[in-house]
């Protein structure tokens, strides 16, 4: 009977040791980076490829002063590859996922640009309502249009420059269209996606 109990007492100390284990492990992956939203939007994930540049960075270099808060706070000039046959509009986000927190820190949402542009000048006004029917929700502050980075000082973050093409248009009040309520009416719509990284460290 002795012995029995011991082996009890040992299964019990493993079995609490892989649940302390399982804990911490999930601990870890809810203090993770937040998820972007090409990982939310884009459901199965065999959408193709968009192919994004822009003339000002490449991907993986840095950005300009002049693009962030430390400077003239200017949206940058971005191009894309044409979407897939049924293109009818295309989504741009910019989110910092460089961040602990639930949800990305979002710098700008923009929506229904026709499916025949192919790319966005820099520096566009901050409206609502942008020329050929293009349309600006609300970035981290609550406002249309963009906003730049701007971490701590010493910190450097990522900032995706996400594309979406969509096979149809959002019918959003951009009163109303954060990044969220801009993901979600994307979901089933993704045709294509693609993005471009910029990296900038606070001062």
């Known amino acids: 009977m002795r012995t029995v109990l011991i082996g009890a007492s040992a299964l019990l100390a493993v079995m609490g ?12 992956a809810d203090s993770g980076p937040p998820l972007l939203a090409e990982k939310i939007a884009s459901g199965n994930g065999l959408n193709p490829n968009l192919r994004v540049t822009s003339p000002v960075f490449t991907s993986g270099g840095v950005l300009d002063d002049k693009y962030t808060q430390n400077g003239e706070n200017m949206s940058p000039p971005l191009h894309w590859s044409h979407g897939p046959a049924g293109t009818r509009s295309f989504v741009i986000l910019a989110e ?11 710098h700008w949402v923009v929506y229904n640009i026709p ?6 000048d820099s520096a566009i006004p901050a409206n609502a309502a ?8 609300k970035n981290v502050r609550g406002a249309a249009g963009y906003v730049g980075p701007k971490p701590p000082a010493g910190q450097t973050h990522p900032y995706h420059f996400e594309v979406f093409a969509l096979n149809s248009t959002l019918d959003l009040d951009p009163a109303n269209a954060d990044r969220n309520a801009v993901v979600n009416a994307m979901k089933s719509h993704v045709l294509a996606k693609g993005e471009i990284v910029a990296n900038y460290t606070g001062k």
């Open 17 to 28: 040791l892989s649940l302390a284990a399982g804990a911490q492990a999930q601990g870890q």
């Open 115 to 120: 499916s025949t542009q192919w790319d966005l």
């Open 130 to 137: 942008v020329e050929h029917g293009i349309m600006q929700g």
């Open 96 to 106: 910092d996922a460089g961040v602990q927190r639930h949800d990305p820190i979002v």
